[in-house]
C-alpha cells in the first residue's frame, strides 16, 4: 500500500531538548567554577598612610578593591594609630605589615577578609563546662540589626544585639542551637557547634516588612508613599502548575478581569484587562513592560516564573500617565532578577512533572440513543421519510458486521484521558561590588490529549507538541563609582507541532460526527494505493467528514523566535547636583515566524448491496478518486523594534521632612515588517513622547503628584498628531498625625488617596493613515439610489472618506482609594473608580445607501463609553510562633461599563434594539415564553417571522416587545429583541485563600471565581447543522431534556427534536441563556522542605461550581465543543546552591 510520508519524529525533538540541557547546564557550571584565587594573588596595592586610624587604612583598601572586611567589636580597636608604606604589593603582604605587633589574625575567603583576635592560651577550671559564642547579626546587605533576639534554644538565656548588632552568649552546654530573631525578618535556628565566632545573616521576610513597589518606568516606591492606584504580588503566588503565566491572573491580581477560553496546549493564555474595558473600538489590552520595554501577551506568557523580581499592575491615571497613550488600558510592570554582590553565586534548580486532563467535556449518546432519537426526530419534521429501520438498530445492539452497523465513539477513539507536561529552569545569580549577574534558562514541553493514530497509517504522529526554551541573562557593570551600565538578553523559542486542522476543530468534529453512518476504515486489499476511509455521500463536498480521517491525514508545525537586547546607561550626576540621576535604554526586539504543513486528500467508501446470509457488501467510493500525493505549504512573517529612552530623575530629601522627586523622560520607536507584502505594510511604524512627574512629600503624611505624558502617533493628521495627557493625585497619611499616636498600636497605617487624570489611545482597530482617502479603480463603480430606482455609475470609487478632524481617543479617569494595616500581618486596600472614554473611533452606520456609499468606508470619533466599578485586596500575614507561619490572600474586582453614545440606527420606535445605554459585550436575543403546547396555541400566538419551518407543539414561543408608544407590530421579529442576562465578560472576579507552613511543612489553597457573567448556548444542536448538509451527534443534555410526544413537557430543558435545521428554535434567547458564573479551587499546594531542598505536589483547576455543568462555564458560550481547559496534578523538586 502507498500512503503519505511524512518525516517528523518526537524523538528528534527529546534528543534536542536534551542537548540543550546539556550545553546550558555545562555552561552555568563552568561559570560557577571561576577560580577566585587569582584576584588574592594578582590584585596590588601602592599607598602610604602616617599616623592615621586603622579603619581609615581598611575603607581605603575595600574602595579600591573587592576585598571586604568583617570584624567584631572585641576583636580590634578601629582608631588605632597606625603608620603604613606599601608598593605594588598583594593583599597578603599588605595585611602581614599592617597588623605587625597586634594580636590580629586574618583569614581570606573569596573577597571578605574575616579579623579577628589571636587565641590566646588561659587555665580553665576543670570543672567549668562554660564557653563563649560571639558575632554579629546582620542583614542581607551584611548591615548590622540593632535589638536583634537570640535565645539558647530550650532555655531562658539570651542576649539583644548593641548598635552594631554585635552580640555575646556565655554557653552552658555542648552544641547549642541558637535561635535569633528580630520582627520583619525570618526566624532562624543556627547551630553553634564548635565555632566561637558566629556570624548570622537575616532573610528579610518580605510578608511582613513594608513594601516597596515598582512603578512606572521600574522606579521603586514605599507602599506608604504612593498616591497612584498599583498592586503589587509576590513572585511566589504565581508560581503555579500552568504552562501559561497569565491563567494565574484572575483573582489573584486586584483590578484584573481574566478569563481563560481554551486549554489547548500552545494556546491556554488567559484574555485578561485592567479594571475591564472602556473602549469598543480597537485595543483594549492593557499595556505589558519587561525591564522597562513593550512586550506582548505572547512574550508575557513565555515568561518563567523563576525569573520574575517584581510584577506591578498600575491601574489608575496617575500610575499609567508617564507611558503616555501606551497605558491607557492600564498597565502591567514585570522586571527580572539581577545579580547580587555575594560570597558565592546562589544556584536554583527546580525540575517539574505534570499530568493534565480535559476537565469537562460534553457527553454524547450512544449509536442506539441516537437512531432512536432521530426517527424521533424525523416524525416532527415535515416531509422526511428518512429513519433507522429496526433492523440496523438491533444489528447494531447485537454487535453484527461492524462495517454494515457500525457503533462509533469518535470522542474515545481520537483522544486519550491523560497527557503530560515537563518544565525545567536552571538560574544562577551572584557577583561583586563591580559585576554581578543573573542567568535563567528554561525548557518546558507539553503535549496535547489527541491519540497518536497518525502513526498507524502514516510515519508521523499528529498529537500537539509544544517546546519553548527561554534564556534570560542580565549583567550589570559598575564602570565608576557612578556609572552603571546594564546588559539584558532575553531570548525565547518556540517549536510547536501538531494536526494540520486546528485542535479546537478536530475536537469539535469528534464531538459532532454522526455515530452509526460509517466506519472509520475499512479492511483495504492488497493492490489499494491509499486507505479505505468510512463516509457517506451527499454532502456537497461529496461525503461527510470522517474525523480520523480528517485528523491524521496530515500535520503542521511552527517555529518562532523573539530575541529582546537591551542596553541600560545609570549615570548618579551628584558631581552635579545631589540626588540628580540620568538613566538611558536602547533595545531591540526581533521576532520571526515560520509554518510549514503537509497533508494528503483521502478517499471515502460506503456499502451497498447488503447480504445478511453472507454477511457480505459492495464497498463503493465516494466521488472520483484522489490522489494521496504529498501537498505542501507554508508561511513566513515577522517583525522588528527599536526602542530609545532617556530621562533624568531628581530625588532628594531636605530636612529629613520634605520629599521632592522630578523627572523628565523622552522615548521614541519604530516598528518594521520584516518581510512586507505591499507598500502599506513596508511603511516603519512611528512614535514618539515625552513625560515628566513631579511629586512632593511632606513628613510622609502629605502627598502629591503630577504626571504628564506629551505623545505623537502617525494615525491622525498633522494637527492632530501630538496629544497632551495630565494626572494630579493627593495622598494623606492619617497615622502619621499626632492625633493618631492611641491608635498606632492597633492601626500602624492609615492611607486615604485621590486622583484624576486624561488618557489617551490611538490604537483605533482600523489601520493606518485611516485620515487619509483611499480610491480605488477596481471594481463596478458605484450605486445611487434605492429599490427599484438604482443608478450604476463606473470610474474610481472611494474605499474611504478622507477626515482631517480624526483624533484621539481620550478617557477621563477619577481614582479614590485607601491603604490600612492593622495589628500585626493584616493589610487591606480598596479603590473605587469611574473612567469616561471619549471621542471613540468607529464606522459610521447610518448613511444611507441611496447615497452610493454603500461599499465606502466613513470614519470617525463617534462614541463614548463608561467605566466603573471597585477593587480591592485584603492580606494576612503572621509569624505565629517559630514553627508556625500563616497567611491569607483575598481580592475582590468589579467593573462595570456603559455605551453612552455610538453610531447606529435611531430606532426611536424600538429603543430595546439600541447599544446605547447597555455594557459592552452584551448578549442580545428574545425573551423565550415557554414551549408551544399544542397546535391551538400556535394558532393565537403571533407569527414568529424567522421561522423557516412549520410551527409545532415543542417549538419555542417568543414574546412580543412592547414599542416606545406601547403598542406592537404583532409579530415576532427582529424588532422583539432585547438585551439579555449580563456582558459575556464577568464583570465580577475574585479570589482567595490560605497558606501555612509549619516547620518544614507547607500548605497552601486558592480559590477563584467569577460574577455577573453569563452564556448564550449554540451551534450544539443536533442532527443537522444549518446548512443542512450533516448529520451531527447529540448532547446527553438533549437527549435527556428534550420535549417528546411522550413527554410533553412545557418546561422541557429543550424543545422537539428536528432533524432539519429549525430557525425558530435557534436563536439567541433567554431560552440558552446561562448563568456563567463559578467558583473553582483553583490550585492547591503541599510541600516539604528539607535544608536546601524542597520537594512538593499541587493541582490546577481541582474543582468547580457553578449552576451550568454542561462545560467549564469559563470556556464561554457556543457549543462547548472547543478544547476544554485542562485539569493539572503537578510533582515538582526544587533545590538551592549556595
Not at 534548580?349 to 426517527?375: C, H, W
Request: overall charge neutral.
Amino acid at each position: 500500500m502507498e500512503n503519505c510520508k511524512f518525516t517528523t519524529s518526537r524523538s528528534v525533538k527529546r534528543y534536542k531538548f536534551l542537548f540543550v540541557l546539556a550545553i546550558l547546564l555545562s555552561s552555568f557550571l563552568s561559570v560557577y567554577a571561576e577560580d577566585v584565587s587569582n584576584y588574592v594573588e594578582e590584585k596590588t596595592f601602592t599607598f602610604s598612610f602616617e599616623n592615621v586610624p586603622l579603619k581609615q587604612v581598611l575603607s581605603h583598601i575595600e574602595k579600591n578593591s573587592e576585598f571586604i572586611f568583617v570584624y567584631y567589636g572585641e576583636t580590634i580597636n578601629p582608631n588605632r594609630k597606625v603608620s603604613i608604606k606599601v608598593t605594588n604589593q598583594p593583599i597578603r603582604p599588605v595585611l602581614d605589615k599592617l597588623f605587625k605587633g597586634m594580636s590580629v589574625e586574618y583569614t581570606i575567603d573569596n573577597r571578605q577578609i574575616t579579623l579577628k583576635k589571636v587565641a590566646q592560651k588561659k587555665v580553665q577550671p576543670q570543672s567549668s563546662k562554660r564557653k563563649t559564642i560571639q558575632g554579629f547579626v546582620l542583614d542581607k546587605d551584611e548591615q548590622p540589626i540593632t535589638g536583634a533576639t537570640i535565645k539558647i534554644k530550650d532555655s531562658t538565656t539570651g542576649a539583644l544585639t548593641d548598635i552594631e548588632g554585635f552580640y555575646k552568649l556565655e554557653l552552658e552546654e555542648e552544641n547549642p542551637v541558637l535561635i535569633v530573631s528580630f520582627m520583619g525578618y525570618i526566624t532562624q535556628e543556627v547551630k553553634v557547634g564548635k565555632k566561637s565566632i558566629l556570624n548570622i545573616q537575616l532573610e528579610e521576610d518580605t510578608k511582613a516588612l513594608d513594601e516597596v513597589v515598582v512603578t512606572a518606568f521600574g522606579i521603586g516606591q514605599k507602599k506608604e508613599s504612593l498616591v497612584g492606584a498599583i498592586q503589587q504580588i509576590r513572585p511566589e503566588q504565581l508560581r503555579v502548575p500552568s504552562s501559561r503565566l497569565s491563567s494565574s491572573f484572575a483573582g489573584r491580581l486586584s483590578g484584573v478581569i481574566a478569563v481563560q477560553r481554551s486549554g489547548e496546549p500552545g494556546a491556554d493564555g488567559a484574555s485578561f484587562w485592567i479594571r475591564g474595558a472602556s473602549t469598543f473600538s480597537g485595543a483594549t489590552d492593557p499595556l505589558i513592560i519587561l525591564d522597562g520595554v513593550e512586550i506582548d501577551a505572547t512574550q508575557l506568557n513565555n515568561l518563567d516564573p523563576e525569573v520574575i523580581e517584581s510584577f506591578s499592575i498600575l491601574k489608575d491615571a496617575t500610575a499609567t500617565a508617564l507611558y503616555g497613550t501606551r497605558g491607557a488600558n492600564g498597565v502591567m510592570v514585570v522586571t527580572t532578577k539581577n545579580g547580587e554582590n555575594l560570597k558565592k553565586p546562589i544556584i536554583n534548580f527546580r525540575v517539574e512533572g505534570a499530568i493534565s486532563q480535559l476537565t469537562n467535556v460534553p457527553k454524547m449518546v450512544d449509536g442506539i440513543t441516537y437512531m432512536r432519537l432521530y426517527n424521533e426526530a424525523q416524525t416532527r419534521t415535515p416531509e422526511t421519510t428518512d429513519i433507522y429501520s429496526d433492523e440496523k438498530i438491533n444489528a447494531t445492539i447485537d454487535g453484527v458486521n461492524p462495517y454494515m452497523y457500525p457503533n462509533i465513539d469518535w470522542y474515545n477513539e481520537m483522544f486519550k484521558k491523560n497527557t503530560f507536561a515537563e518544565r525545567f529552569n536552571f538560574n544562577i545569580r551572584g557577583g561583586s561590588s563591580r559585576v554581578d549577574y543573573f542567568m535563567s534558562a528554561s525548557v518546558k514541553h507539553s503535549d496535547g490529549n489527541l491519540k497518536s493514530l497518525s502513526k498507524d497509517f502514516y510515519s508521523f504522529n499528529n498529537n500537539i507538541n509544544v517546546y519553548n526554551y527561554d534564556f534570560v541573562n542580565n549583567l550589570n557593570i559598575k564602570a565608576t563609582n557612578t556609572t552603571k551600565i546594564s546588559l539584558g538578553l532575553n531570548v525565547s523559542v518556540r517549536d510547536w507541532s501538531g494536526p494540520y486542522s486546528s485542535a479546537g476543530s478536530v475536537f469539535s468534529s469528534a464531538l459532532n460526527a454522526n455515530p452509526v453512518d460509517f466506519p472509520i476504515r475499512f479492511p483495504g486489499q492488497e493492490d489499494d494505493t491509499h486507505i479505505r476511509w468510512g463516509g457517506r455521500s451527499g454532502a456537497p463536498n461529496g461525503s461527510y467528514v470522517n474525523p480520523v480521517a480528517d485528523f491524521v491525514s496530515g500535520y503542521s508545525s511552527t517555529y518562532s523566535t523573539s530575541v529582546t537586547a537591551n542596553l541600560r546607561f545609570n549615570q548618579d550626576l551628584k558631581m552635579i547636583m545631589k540626588g540628580l540621576k540620568l538613566n538611558a535604554i536602547v533595545s531591540y526586539y526581533n521576532y520571526s515566524y515560520s509554518k510549514v504543513y503537509r497533508y494528503c486528500n483521502v478517499n471515502q467508501y460506503e456499502t451497498s448491496m447488503y447480504n445478511p446470509q453472507e454477511d457480505t457488501y459492495d464497498l463503493n467510493i465516494i466521488g472520483n478518486e484522489q490522489s494521496t500525493e504529498l501537498k505542501t505549504g507554508g508561511s513566513n512573517s515577522g517583525n522588528r523594534r527599536l526602542y530609545l529612552q532617556a530621562s533624568l530623575d531628581y530625588n532628594r530629601t531636605f530636612n529629613d521632612v520634605h520629599k521632592v522627586n522630578v523627572m523628565f523622560l523622552y522615548n521614541q520607536e519604530q516598528n518594521d515588517v520584516n518581510n512586507p507584502s505591499d507598500l502599506l505594510t513596508s511603511l516603519p511604524r512611528r512614535k514618539q513622547g515625552i513625560a515628566g512627574r513631579l511629586s512632593y512629600g511632606f513628613a510622609g503624611r502629605y502627598l502629591a503628584e503630577f504626571n504628564f505624558g506629551y505623545n505623537g502617533s502617525e494615525n491622525f493628521p498633522k494637527n492632530k498628531k501630538f496629544g497632551f495627557f495630565p494626572s494630579v493625585a493627593i495622598g494623606y497619611n492619617l497615622s502619621e498625625e499626632k492625633f493618631w499616636e492611641p491608635l498606632r498600636n492597633i492601626i500602624p497605617q492609615f492611607k486615604i488617596r485621590a486622583s484624576w487624570g486624561l488618557v489617551g489611545n490611538d490604537q483605533t482597530g482600523a489601520g493606518r493613515f485611516t485620515f487619509l482617502e483611499n480610491l480605488t479603480n477596481s471594481g463596478a463603480g458605484f450605486t445611487t439610489g434605492t429599490g427599484n430606482q438604482t443608478h450604476t455609475n463606473s470610474g474610481p470609487v472611494w474605499k474611504r472618506y478622507a477626515n482631517p478632524n480624526l483624533t484621539w481617543e481620550v478617557g477621563e479617569k477619577w481614582n479614590a482609594g485607601i491603604d490600612v494595616r492593622i495589628l500585626k500581618g493584616f493589610s487591606f486596600s480598596a479603590d473605587i473608580f469611574k473612567e469616561v472614554r471619549k471621542e471613540i473611533f468607529m464606522d459610521r452606520g447610518t448613511i444611507p445607501t441611496l447615497m452610493g456609499l454603500g461599499n465606502v468606508t466613513v470614519q470617525g470619533n463617534l462614541g463614548k463609553m463608561r467605566n466603573w466599578g471597585i477593587d480591592t485586596s485584603v492580606d494576612y500575614n503572621n509569624q505565629i510562633n517559630k514553627d508556625l507561619f500563616v497567611s491569607f490572600k483575598g481580592t475582590f474586582t468589579f467593573a462595570h461599563n456603559k455605551i453612552l453614545e455610538m453610531d447606529e440606527p435611531e430606532f426611536s420606535l424600538y429603543p430595546n434594539r439600541l447599544k446605547v445605554g447597555h455594557s459592552l459585550n452584551t448578549i442580545f436575543g428574545y425573551v423565550a415564553d415557554g414551549l408551544f403546547t399544542d397546535e391551538n396555541m400556535i394558532n393565537n400566538s403571533l407569527p414568529q417571522q424567522f421561522a423557516n419551518l412549520p410551527l409545532m407543539p415543542g417549538d419555542i414561543k417568543y414574546k412580543d416587545i412592547p414599542n416606545a408608544l406601547g403598542g406592537t407590530d404583532n409579530a415576532i421579529n427582529e424588532y422583539d429583541k432585547v438585551a439579555l442576562g449580563y456582558p459575556s465578560v464577568p464583570e465580577i472576579v475574585y479570589g482567595f485563600g490560605p497558606s501555612i507552613k509549619y516547620k518544614n511543612l507547607d500548605f497552601s489553597l486558592f480559590f477563584q471565581g467569577t460574577g455577573r457573567v453569563s452564556l448564550m448556548m449554540s451551534g450544539f444542536h443536533p442532527f443537522t447543522n444549518d446548512n443542512n448538509t450533516a448529520k451531527r451527534g447529540i448532547l446527553d443534555y438533549v437527549a435527556d431534556g428534550c420535549w417528546t410526544t411522550d413527554n410533553p413537557n412545557p418546561n422541557a430543558s429543550y424543545p422537539r427534536l428536528t432533524t432539519a435545521y429549525n430557525t425558530n428554535n435557534n436563536q439567541n434567547s433567554t431560552f440558552w441563556l446561562r448563568n456563567a458564573a463559578f467558583l473553582k479551587l483553583k490550585n492547591a499546594e503541599i510541600g516539604y522542605n528539607f535544608k536546601n531542598m524542597r520537594i512538593y505536589v499541587s493541582g490546577n483547576n481541582l474543582l468547580t461550581f457553578s449552576k451550568f455543568k454542561l462545560w467549564d462555564p469559563e470556556m464561554g458560550g457556543g457549543s462547548g465543543m472547543s478544547y476544554p481547559t485542562q485539569r493539572t496534578f503537578n510533582v515538582g523538586f526544587q533545590m538551592t546552591i549556595n
